[in-house]
């Protein structure tokens, strides 16, 4: 039975992993397509609830903007959590965290895009190539949404 500093542990890495990792993400989502679509941060809200919503995300007003910024958090933390329980199995991942959580960033990118994307009411096959996306996506994901991840997992937790 784990202790309960262990599970004390456990929730501040993946709580302050997802946390930044969220963060981070829409952060550079909102400054990249704000820069090059003139897009405000609920209309980027929206694009992500429209995972679930479709189309009609974009007619929801405030509430499907708060939908999207939930969700996008929660996606955030579930990739905390696969990243956590990983690395209870996979050593690399808390001995080498700058390299694992960059291998994880685009992991994720990847797994996103070419799986979460395409099954979700979105329906987008491939990836987008616009600039924008290629900023928000392999190139950042990497520094912005691995990297925090793991040296959250590293620093709170103990193989």
Known sequence: MPSSSTSSSAFLAIFWGGFACGVFDITQACIAWGIQN????????????????GPRSFQGGAK?????????FLIAFIW??????????????????????????????????????????IHRWPPRTDPASIITGPILHTVLVGLP???AVSRWTSK
């Open 80 to 121: 905390a959590v696969i990243y956590y329980v990983a690395s209870r199995q996979i050593a690399f991942l808390t001995e080498r965290p700058v390299i694992a959580g960059l291998l994880y960033g685009e992991f994720v990118w990847v797994m996103m895009n070419c799986v979460v994307v395409p099954l979700s009411a």
């Open 149 to 151: 991840i793991s040296l």
């Open 64 to 72: 499907s903007a708060v939908l999207g910024l939930f969700l996008h």
């Open 38 to 53: 003139h897009l405000p941060p609920p209309r980027i809200f929206q694009s992500v609830a429209s995972g679930v919503l």
